[in-house]
């Protein structure tokens, strides 16, 4: 009889102890994922940060300005407009080259 309540003791502490052990890893699983999660936040964070400044900056006179000479060619009033053609060079000694030289050059650079 003893035995027997020793038994259903210890069944009844292991299966206890096998809930509780459950229980505290699907926690530390919650935990850990957690964690990710935040670590995500701060990145995003962070991130958007940063964009939200590049993009006070592109809003800015200077940076339009930039942006419209650079990419556009815009100049101001009494300025002029200089374009310098530096493929022209390498142009002219590609024409000199024969058609299979064209080819050795694709294939090999």
């Given at each position: 009889?003893?035995?027997?309540?020793?038994?259903?003791?210890?069944?009844?502490?292991?299966?206890?102890?096998?809930?509780?052990?459950?229980?505290?890893?699907?926690q530390f699983k919650k935990?850990?994922?957690?964690?990710?999660?935040?670590?995500?936040?701060?990145?995003?964070?962070?991130?958007?940060?940063?964009?939200?400044?590049?993009?006070?900056?592109?809003?800015?006179?200077?940076?339009?300005?930039?942006?419209?000479?650079?990419?556009?060619?815009?100049?101001?009033?009494?300025?002029?407009?200089?374009?310098?053609?530096?493929?022209?060079?390498?142009?002219?000694?590609?024409?000199?080259?024969?058609?299979?030289?064209?080819?050795?050059?694709l294939f090999l650079h």
């Amino acid at each position: 009889m003893r035995l027997i309540i020793q038994l259903l003791i210890i069944l009844l502490l292991s299966t206890v102890t096998l809930a509780l052990s459950k229980d505290v890893y699907t926690q530390f699983k919650k935990f850990r994922e957690i964690s990710n999660i935040e670590n995500k936040v701060q990145k995003s964070a962070e991130e958007n940060k940063e964009l939200e400044e590049k993009l006070e900056e592109s809003k800015s006179e200077f940076s339009l300005e930039k942006e419209a000479r650079s990419k556009l060619g815009y100049q101001k009033r009494g300025e002029v407009l200089y374009v310098v053609d530096l493929g022209g060079a390498d142009k002219e000694t590609t024409k000199k080259k024969e058609n299979w030289q064209k080819w050795l050059d694709l294939f090999l650079h």
